[in-house]
Structure formats: C-alpha cells, structure tokens
C-alpha cells in the first residue's frame, strides 16, 4: 500500500470513531471546537457552553449542526452519529 493509501484510511477509521472513545475526549474542547461552536450556538440561539470537553463538544456540534443545517454530509450520505 502507498503512503497516501495508508493515510485516507487512517483518517477515514478516525472520522468513525465515537467521541466517547476518543483517547484525548476528556480535555477541554480545541480553539477550533470552541469558535465554531459557539457560532452555531448563536445561529441556533442556543445557550454556549465553553467547559464542554473535545467529545462534549463534537457531540454538541453535531447537534447544532442538524438543527442549523451546516455540515450536510457530501454525496446523500448521512452523517455521523445518524
């Protein structure tokens, strides 16, 4: 297998792991997690919550993601944790 080959997979498997499996899912959310949630937050007139931890936050996100409509998965595939 090519290098490339190796790598999509390896990011593939980790897109479909569970939050809760996350190694590292008990720290604090990422400055990534924590900007973009709180925008969809606001655009959900959601309450933000910024002591979510990173699988806190992935979770959350995906739900804010469904009631606003951003991050629609590519291609008619449902996304995940659907």
């Known amino acids: 297998m ?3 080959h190796v790598q999509s997979e390896a990011d593939d498997s980790n897109m479909q792991k569970d939050p809760q499996d996350w190694v590292t ?8 997690q924590k900007s973009y949630l709180k ?3 606001e ?3 959601e ?3 910024e ?3 990173k699988a806190q936050a992935s979770q959350r996100i995906d739900e804010l993601q469904a009631r606003t ?3 629609k998965a590519q291609n008619g595939a449902a996304p995940r944790g659907a």
């Open 69 to 71: 409509g951003r991050g």
């Open 47 to 49: 309450p933000f919550d």
């Open 25 to 32: 899912g008990d720290e604090p959310m990422t400055g990534a």
């Open 2 to 4: 090519t290098d490339k």
């Open 51 to 53: 002591t979510l931890t």
């Open 39 to 41: 925008t969809l937050s």
């Open 43 to 45: 655009e959900a007139k």
